[in-house]
């Protein structure tokens, strides 16, 4: 199995931005796909974004505007990044990053179809 740890949330106030990290290790395929989800408090598990460790992408899904940038370290391809600006409180979430070799990067945004998923990190926008 890959590992994914999520880092950089947060308290923030609205309109400011975060970078949120998510760094794969473990058994590493050639290129991973990685994809950021989030789950608010009583909302379903939804996808934000998503890009291939080799590079390819960036994907987003449709429900998520320009506010969200996906991108992954130049040194370490394995550590992928998320960039929210101009944050918003809706933005409240516990955001995890997900791997799947079976999974066609940005062709699905169903968390159920993600079976490697990191511990999550906290961003509450007030």
């Known amino acids: 199995h890959v590992q994914l740890v999520e880092s950089g949330g947060g308290s923030v106030q609205a309109g400011g931005s975060l970078r949120l990290s998510c760094v794969a290790s473990g058994y590493i395929w050639s290129s991973n796909c990685i994809t950021w989800f989030r789950q608010a408090p009583g909302k379903e598990r939804a996808g934000v974004a998503a890009?291939?460790?080799?590079?390819?992408?960036?994907?987003y899904a449709d429900s998520v505007g320009d506010r969200f940038r996906i991108s992954q370290d130049h040194a370490n391809k394995n550590m992928v990044f998320l960039t929210i600006d101009s944050l918003k409180p809706e933005d409240s979430a516990m955001y995890y990053c997900?791997?799947?070799?079976?999974?066609?990067?940005?062709?699905?945004?169903?968390?159920?179809?993600?079976?490697?998923w990191g511990q999550g990190t906290q961003v509450t926008v007030s």
């Open positions: 890009m291939y460790t080799s590079g390819f992408g960036p994907y």
């Open positions: 997900a791997a799947d070799p079976s999974v066609l990067c940005g062709g699905t945004w169903l968390w159920t179809d993600f079976g490697n």
